[in-house]
């Protein structure tokens, strides 16, 4: 499974992105597709994934900020960022567990991952 993020880049505070994940290969593989962010000097957190089946689960941090949706027609999944704060800052990166994964709350429950798209805040 290969996962392609695109869509990072400068915004200021308050402002909206898209962040798009796009996959290929043996998607029928992978159960959970999930964005993570990864700040300087900080521990990657997972921020937000969806099923398969549509299930969502979001960090405390986002909710209400970011929703997360999926493509299946064209095996994407993207994660819609409104009022972005500095503290949202990071290298965002996709990844995916495998089809076995029901649950998937932690980044290291992920096997599949994608290049990093960076976010930059400006206050």
């Known amino acids: 499974v290969q996962l392609q993020a695109s869509g990072g880049g400068l915004v200021q505070a308050g402002g909206s992105l898209r962040l798009s994940c796009a996959a290929s290969g043996s998607t029928f593989s992978v159960n959970y597709i999930g964005w993570h962010r990864q700040a300087t000097g900080k521990q990657r957190e997972l921020v937000a994934a969806?099923?398969?089946?549509?299930?969502?689960n979001y960090a405390d941090s986002v909710k209400g900020r970011f929703t997360i949706s999926r493509d299946n027609a064209k095996n994407t999944v993207y994660l819609r960022m409104n009022n972005l704060k500095p503290e949202d800052a990071a290298v965002y990166y996709c990844?995916?567990?495998?089809?076995?994964?029901?649950?998937?709350?932690?980044?290291?429950?992920?096997?599949?991952w994608g290049q990093g798209t960076l976010v930059t805040v400006s206050s």
């Open positions: 990844a995916a567990t495998l089809v076995s994964v029901t649950v998937a709350t932690h980044s290291y429950e992920y096997h599949y």
């Open positions: 969806i099923s398969s089946g549509g299930r969502t």
